[in-house]
């Protein structure tokens, strides 16, 4: 059974910064695209950082280009997300997630498994 749990939201001031992981276990198939997802209040799930499996290449949002960083540890199966420069706007909850089915594009919103999602806050 697949499993993705994260942790490291919490509550920080603008320009603060934050390290969010994600825990992947139970995957019986190698997975496409690992990637951070954030939904705030009233808003729809936007894809935040992706990285292709094959070819370590990276998407990032252009909201979060030059302050947001995704990286994995292949051999503790754990994904991450360095939040630096955090703004008031980027106050969601943060979800990670795996795509097993085949693409190059890690930016689209098409994933298969999900985490439950931590909270992060930014006061202004």
């Known amino acids: 059974q697949v499993q993705m749990v994260e942790s490291g939201g919490g509550l920080v001031q603008a320009g603060g910064s934050l390290r969010l992981s994600c825990a992947a276990s139970g995957f019986t198939k190698s997975w496409s695209c690992m990637g951070w997802f954030r939904r705030a209040p009233g808003q729809e799930h936007e894809v935040v950082a992706g990285?292709?499996?094959?070819?370590?290449?990276?998407y990032y949002d252009n909201s979060v280009k030059g302050r947001f960083t995704i990286s994995q540890d292949n051999a503790k199966n754990i994904l991450y997300l360095q939040l630096n420069n955090l703004q008031a706007e980027d106050t969601a909850m943060y979800s990670c997630a795996a795509r097993i089915s085949p693409t190059s594009d890690c930016s689209a919103p098409h994933y298969n498994y999900w985490g439950p999602g931590t909270q992060v806050t930014v006061s202004s």
């Open positions: 990285i292709h499996s094959g070819s370590d290449t990276v």
